[in-house]
Antibody
Framework: QITLKESGPTLVKPTQTLTLTCTFS??????????VGWIRQPPGKALEWLAL???????RYSPSLKSRLTITKDTSKNQVVLTMTNMDPVDTATYYC??????????????WGQGTLVTVSS | SYVLTQPPSVSVAPGKTARITCGGN??????VHWYQQKPGQAPVLVIY???DRPSGIPERFSGSNSGNTATLTISRVEAGDEADYYC????????????FGGGTKLTVL
């Protein structure tokens, strides 16, 4: 059974750096073809993909946020960490991590965490 | 960059068929996936690889993809199908993959 859970601060101040951790079980991020992505959703708005890390440590980032994002993995701890620098109130959103076992152009997210709401405010 | 266009809203009466479209340039050459999101919940995959259903998703949910339009079809719509629906593609050849459509709110009248 695959599960994912996001953790991190619920409130950050503008200009601070956000660090979110996705802790998962039921799969290994060292298995060929597996990836973990981060997706966010501002209140009342659409899903926005942020970043993805593959089993082979290949990383992809949203072009609009690339300069602010870093995604890393710790295979031994079954964790993926996303950092986002220079937080702004417009970054207020629910942040999800999600699993993918479909590499390349077929990539999709078949398991999602419950999400964590991050509010950016002074 | 690749843009996915969805209608903001679709309304349907119970028992009828709902069709939600996802437009994109030559989207028929890509693999399209669909997610259902109910208020306060995480998205759930309902269709992948254009028309495959994950285990546990009712047969009432189906998908198609051709030309410039992919379509999620929900037959015999129920009140519980009311949700936001998002289409998704992935272009691995791009350094800047675009991912989700803007979402469609399905209202069951």
């Amino acid at each position: 059974q695959i599960t994912l859970k996001e953790s991190g601060p619920t409130l950050v101040k503008p200009t601070q750096t956000l660090t979110l951790t996705c802790t998962f079980s039921g799969f290994s991020l060292s298995t060929s073809g597996v990836g973990v992505g981060w997706i966010r959703q501002p209140p009342g708005k659409a899903l926005e993909w942020l970043a993805l890390i593959y089993w082979d440590d290949d990383k992809r980032y949203s072009p609009s946020l690339k300069s602010r994002l870093t995604i890393t993995k710790d295979t031994s701890k079954n964790q993926v960490v996303l950092t986002m620098t220079n937080m702004d109130p417009v970054d207020t959103a629910t942040y999800y991590c999600a699993h993918s076992a479909s590499y390349g152009d077929y990539l999709h997210f078949d398991y999602w965490g419950q999400g964590t709401l991050v509010t950016v405010s002074s | 960059s690749y843009v996915l266009t969805q209608p903001p809203s679709v309304s349907v009466a119970p028992g009828k068929t709902a069709r939600i479209t996802c437009g994109g340039n030559n989207i028929g050459s890509k693999s399209v996936h669909w997610y259902q999101q109910k208020p306060g919940q995480a998205p759930v995959l309902v269709i992948y690889y254009d028309s495959d259903r994950p285990s546990g998703i009712p047969e009432r949910f189906s998908g198609s993809n051709s030309g410039n339009t992919a379509t999620l079809t929900i037959s015999r719509v129920e009140a519980g199908d009311e949700a936001d629906y998002y289409c998704q593609v992935w272009d691995s050849s791009s350094d800047h993959p675009r991912v989700f459509g803007g979402g469609t709110k399905l209202t069951v009248l």
